[in-house]
Nanobody, 126 residues
Framework: QVQLVESGGGLVQAGDSLRLSCAAS????????MAWFRQTPGKEREFVAG????????RHADANKGRFTISRDNTKSMVYLQMNSLKPEDTAVYYC???????????????????WGQGTQVTVSS
């Protein structure tokens, strides 16, 4: 059973950068679509960015286009989210997610992903 563990969150000021990491273990993930979601209290998980197994297709939410970049290193079973120019509204728990069944797009609904990490808190102060 694949397990995902996020790291890299923290408390930063507006305008700062953070790099989140997602480490996969327990099985190969190189053929799966991976994504980042975020969630704030009382709200549903929100799609942030996704990447297909070979990086051939990448999708970012409109709210963070130009500021966030998703990438992956299949040799290390890692997925990353580089976040620049952070804003207070980016404050959330960030989750890494995995989708096993391939489709030629990147789903943006949380229900389309089967495996989740425990999340890492990102807090951006103004």
């Amino acid at each position: 059973q694949v397990q995902l563990v996020e790291s890299g969150g923290g408390l930063v000021q507006a305008g700062d950068s953070l790099r989140l990491s997602c480490a996969a273990s327990g099985g190969p993930v190189s053929t799966y679509t991976m994504a980042w979601f975020r969630q704030t209290p009382g709200k549903e998980r929100e799609f942030v960015a996704g990447i297909t197994w070979n990086g051939g297709l990448i999708r970012h939410a409109d709210a963070n286009k130009g500021r966030f970049t998703i990438s992956r290193d299949n040799t290390k079973s890692m997925v990353y989210l580089q976040m620049n120019s952070l804003k207070p509204e980016d404050t959330a728990v960030y989750y890494c997610a995995l989708r096993r069944k391939y489709i030629d797009t990147i789903p943006i609904m949380a229900n389309d992903y089967e495996t989740w990490g425990q999340g890492t808190q990102v807090t951006v102060s103004s």
